[in-house]
């Protein structure tokens, strides 16, 4: 990390030297003289270092081309000033070290003699601020480039108006308002910073050398998990040599945190977790920052969350959680994985029908037809017309994956693979939350099961909690309609943004660190991302 004080800018150039290379050009000015005003030197030095980039072109336009950073007043000294230490501080946010960026724009600056090469200065500090704050706000990578199931579009900014609030603002307060302002990013700067003293401490001590330790068990790979869960807060200093309820509490705790089975027996999966090292833990933080910068500063203030790695929806209104279920998300294979993205739900269908997804028909269903035309009886095969198909007379034996003409359909009931009730926000990956049948896969620690997509342990009061925006008696106006047994459409009022994400380290509530299995090995693809970037551990730069 490179940290630059605010008296060591602009080494060897003195002040004069800038107001008389600008033709007098009063910098900083927030007015738009005529462009005769500004040297043309300088004009045309700006128009063309800052040609590819549209948004720091047009602010130079719209600005009558002032200067913002190469003046000799003190507005732009501060300007100057606050960007370097903000590009020297950047290993705080997880982004890459701007150590080389920072000497190239210092170097450029010492070695400016003429107009021109002033205005190129301008441009490229520009330039810096632009690319600083992009990434600080949207993230340093673009999802869909790392994995065909990270589809989540990053919200869009305007680096014209970076340009304008440094130039009109306080330029250290208007820095500091760049950081994303979510709870959850916040949570996440203090717990890395928090690792990284612990890393430099020597870490969370030796590992445990077992495969499983139980409550009565006694000796060296016990004390070490002991040792271990103390060094991570999870129970007092002790000198105790056996597996007792004190750690047997502080496994369970430990296990609460990390999605795990909370049996307070160390098996193989808790070990595992217990011996990631601290550098693991501070990828983990690094990459759950930059998830959070993909997503947009307004979430909406009721919104449902699905964590693919906790297996958890939630409602959340106003920042706080009001309703929690379990979820089923994707299996871990190619074709079924659920994909990231935002939405927003318009409705819910109570006794669904459930349309099966033309693969699922190719792949799974159709050769079983072939090999007995009585398969899978549960459902109904319709033509285009939506008539139902006699399979008696059907020859699916001569039908392909291609030109397979029928759809299949299973009615409303309690064996619908759709369950009871559905939850719609329409979108082209044909993702949705439902009910199921199969209860008893909410019981898994891991539960990656569905087609991709998500399924939910108590479908019935999540739309209850949801109709309690519209309805007085939302469980009696929800069961009226699903005693009926009639497939119907309930629009909500006012729809509810749903976030799909991915997070392996989420900060609770409570400011605690919890952190999740890497369930698809998407963010291992996400650090080797962040490494071609440019980004390092704290140990590396150290």
Request: glycine share 8%.
């Amino acid at each position: 990390m490179t940290r630059v004080s605010a008296g060591c800018f602009l080494p060897g150039i003195k002040a004069g030297l800038f107001a008389l290379a600008l033709g007098g050009l009063t910098a900083g000015a927030v007015s738009s003289p005529a462009l005769a005003e500004v040297p043309a030197a300088f004009r045309q030095a700006v128009a063309e270092a800052a040609s590819s980039n549209e948004a720091v072109a047009r602010f130079y336009r719209e600005n009558g081309y002032q200067a913002i950073w190469t003046g000799a007043d003190e507005a732009s000294r501060q300007r100057r000033s606050a960007l370097l230490a903000a590009l020297g501080d950047t290993g705080v946010h997880g982004l890459p070290d701007r150590s080389a960026l920072i000497g190239d724009l210092m170097q450029q600056m010492q070695e400016a003699r003429t107009t021109r090469d002033i205005g190129n200065v301008e441009a490229a500090l520009s330039q810096a601020l632009v690319d600083y704050a992009t990434d600080l706000q949207t993230g340093l990578l673009v999802p869909s480039r790392i994995d065909d199931g990270m589809v989540r579009k990053k919200h869009s900014v305007d680096g014209t108006a970076f340009l304008t609030g440094i130039r009109d603002g306080q330029p250290f307060a208007f820095l500091r308002s760049l950081v994303p302002a979510s709870p959850q990013y916040r949570g996440l700067m203090r717990e890395k910073l928090r690792l990284e003293q612990i890393l430099t401490d020597g870490g969370w001590g030796p590992a445990v050398k077992a495969k499983k330790l139980e409550p009565g068990d006694q000796g060296p790979a016990v004390i070490a998990l002991r040792n271990r869960l103390v060094a991570m807060g999870y129970m007092p200093r002790s000198a105790a040599r056996s597996y007792d309820s004190a750690l047997v509490a502080a496994v369970q705790s430990f296990q609460s945190d990390h999605g795990l089975e909370t049996d307070g027996v160390a098996g193989a999966g808790t070990i595992a977790e217990v011996n990631k090292p601290v550098s693991e833990r501070i990828k983990s933080i690094i990459i759950a920052m930059e998830r959070e910068r993909w997503l947009t500063p307004d979430r909406g203030e009721r919104h449902v969350l699905v964590n693919q790695t906790d297996f958890t929806a939630k409602i959340v209104d106003n920042g706080d959680v009001t309703f929690e279920t379990r979820s089923v998300i994707g299996k871990n294979t190619h074709d079924r994985r659920s994909p990231e993205f935002s939405d927003e739900m318009e409705h819910m269908v109570i006794n669904p029908s459930w349309y099966v997804p033309r693969s699922i028909i190719t792949k799974e269903y159709l050769p079983q037809l072939k090999n007995n035309p009585g398969a899978v009886s549960h459902i109904q095969i319709t033509d285009r017309r939506g008539r139902v198909v006699d399979r008696s007379t059907a020859d699916f034996t001569q039908y392909t994956a291609r030109n397979f003409p029928y759809s299949m359909r299973q009615p409303p009931s309690s064996r619908n693979a759709l369950g009871l009730v559905k939850f719609m926000f329409p979108n082209k990956y044909n993702i949705y939350l439902h009910d199921t049948p199969q209860k008893s896969l909410f019981a898994r620690e891991v539960r990656a099961f569905s087609h991709g997509c998500i399924r939910l342990a108590q479908p019935f009061e999540f739309a209850y909690a949801l109709l309690a925006k519209q309805t007085e008696n939302p469980k009696d106006f929800f069961h009226r309609i699903l005693n009926s047994g009639k497939e119907t459409k309930v629009e909500l009022e006012q729809k509810v943004p749903v976030h799909i994400i991915y997070r392996t380290a989420v900060v609770s509530g409570k400011g605690r660190a919890e952190f999740r299995r890497d369930v698809y090995g998407r963010d291992a693809k996400v650090w080797d991302a962040l490494e071609r970037a440019g980004v390092v551990l704290p140990s590396v730069q150290g």
